[in-house]
Each structure stands twice: as C-alpha cells, then as structure tokens.
C-alpha cells in the first residue's frame, strides 16, 4: 500500500513524539525515584527533622518530579497543558477546601515533626490531658495514659494548645507539702525532711534542695520541700519521700493535723418581758 508523502512525515513525525514521549517518561521515572532517595537521606541526616517527616518529603519529591515528567509528555502529543494546569488547581483548591480539618491536622503534623517539641516516649500533657508518646504521625499522634489506655489526638489538637514535656529536661524539681500542728517543734520537722533529702542518693546536691516554713495555714504549719532530681527518677522518689517523712513524723510525734475549725458558742439571755 503506498502512502502518500505527507501521511508518512505524519507517521515518522507522530513516531518522534512516541520516542521522545517514552523517552522522557522513563528519564523522569529515574530522576524521581532519584531525587526522592536523595531527599530522604539528606534529610534523615539532620538533627532537627524526624523520620516520618523525611519519608514525606521524599514521596513528595517524587510526586512533583512525576507530575512535570507527565506534563512534558503531554506536551508532546499536543496537549494544551495550560488549561490542565489550571484544572488541577481549581480541583485542589475544592478538595482543600473540602478537607480543611484534614489539612490542619498535616500542617500540624508537619509543624510537630519540624520542630519537635516532644519525642517518642516522652510524657506530655496538653488541655489537661497527660499521656506518653507512641508514635508522631501526620494527621494523629498516638499515645497512651499512664493507666495505658490507648489515645490517637488528632494532631491540630496539640498544636493549637500549650505543651508540658516532662521529659525534655534532665532534670526536674520535686513540690512537696507538710502540714505540721501549730504544737509541733517546727525546726526538728525541718530538720527530719532535710535529713531524708540528704540521705536519698536520687536528690541532686546542685541545685540544692530547699526546706522552708512557708505558709501559717488555718489547721497547721506548712513546710515545703523543693528537692531536685533526674527527670526519670521524679514520681519514685517523691512517692518514697512522701512516705518516709509520714513514718519519721509519726515516730517523732510529729502529728500531721486534719482541717479543723474552731467553734465558739455564746449564750444570750432573752430578755423578760
């Protein structure tokens, strides 16, 4: 069958593109699996981004290299990409808003892994609720209370609020509180509390720890005791000290008194009438 000199410079034409159309699909395939390899190593490398976050930005890396590489194919056959380019927009921009609580919870997400105010494994409280972490995801942070009842907090829900990290420091300090009666010798009290902070190798000499009457309360004499310790040594001693100055205190006979008022009554004689 012979053809006709323009429907073979059509043929020969229309087979450039094809090549050329592979050609650059492959080319680009290779490039994005490329790049998104690099991205993720470089970015596993910093100290400041974590890994999920470095997964991320390497799919996305390869997403971007693959969307130009397919707008370039296009382009070879023709195809008015400028049109399509505005297509994918005004549909992201539908789905964006679609999906605002979803894309908060991303933006949070990514906020989280950034700037990491918290790790896996660190305690942290947030809107008064306390857990520790288990896993920093981009739309949920799971986590687990102390009683160990699984949670999954939506990521924009930590962000948006003030976060406590009990374990971002080496160290923290111990509050405590001993109400002594107004009878009591309040010096030996002192001196009992000190000696017991002293004593427990956990409390840190630098900061040194501070025994002080504090407060004239309405049923005792309050004592505070601020010792300092290693973060993860915190609720054992403060829950061992607790209980060795009640025993001390009641071996002393330094009683320990329950709220109390005083009541006073006055008879009135009624008048005769």
Same mark, same amino acid.
């Given at each position: 069958?012979?053809?006709?000199?323009?429907?073979?410079?059509?043929l020969i034409g229309m087979g450039m593109h094809v090549l050329a159309a592979v050609a650059i699909l492959?080319?680009?395939?290779?490039?994005?699996?490329?790049?998104?390899?690099?991205?993720?190593?470089?970015?596993?490398?910093?100290?400041?981004?974590?890994?999920?976050?470095?997964?991320?930005?390497?799919?996305?890396?390869?997403?971007?290299?693959?969307t130009v590489t397919l707008i370039a194919v296009l382009n070879q056959f023709g195809v008015q990409t400028?049109?399509?380019?505005?297509?994918?927009?005004?549909?992201?921009?539908?789905?964006?808003?679609?999906?605002?609580?979803?894309l908060s919870n991303v933006a949070a997400g990514i906020m989280l892994l950034v700037?990491?105010? $918290?790790?896996?494994?660190?305690?942290?409280? $947030?809107?008064?609720t306390l857990g520790i972490v288990d896993e920093i995801g981009l739309f949920v942070t799971k986590m687990h209370r102390p009683d160990n009842i699984a949670m999954m907090v939506p990521n924009s829900q930590i962000?948006?609020?003030?976060?406590m *990290?009990?374990?971002? *420091?080496?160290?923290?300090?111990?509050?405590?509180? $001993?109400?002594?009666?107004?009878?009591?010798d309040m010096e030996k009290a002192t001196s009992i509390i000190e000696k017991l902070i002293e004593a427990d190798a956990?409390?840190?000499?630098?900061?040194?720890?501070?025994?002080?009457?504090?407060?004239?309360?309405?049923?005792?004499?309050?004592?505070y005791a601020r010792p300092w310790v290693n973060s993860e040594d915190f609720f054992n001693t403060k829950l061992?000290?607790?209980?060795?100055?009640?025993?001390?205190?009641?071996a002393e006979g330094i009683s320990i008194p329950f709220p109390q008022q005083d009541v006073h009554m006055h008879q009135v004689q009624a008048k005769a009438a």
């Open positions: 069958m012979d053809l006709s000199p323009e429907t073979v410079k059509f492959i080319a680009g395939w290779i490039i994005a699996g490329t790049a998104a390899r690099m991205v993720r190593k470089r970015a596993e490398r910093s100290p400041t981004l974590d890994v999920t976050l470095a997964i991320i930005l390497a799919k996305i890396t390869r997403v971007v290299v693959l400028t049109s399509l380019i505005a297509l994918l927009g005004a549909a992201g921009l539908a789905i964006g808003l679609a999906l605002q609580g979803t700037l990491r105010p $918290f790790r896996v494994g660190d305690a942290i409280e $947030f809107s008064g962000w948006g609020t003030a976060i *990290n009990y374990g971002a *420091n080496a160290t923290r300090r111990i509050d405590m509180v $001993f109400g002594i009666s107004y009878s009591d956990r409390c840190l000499k630098d900061p040194a720890p501070l025994v002080a009457v504090a407060e004239l309360a309405d049923s005792s004499v309050n004592i061992d000290l607790t209980r060795k100055v009640k025993e001390r205190f009641d």
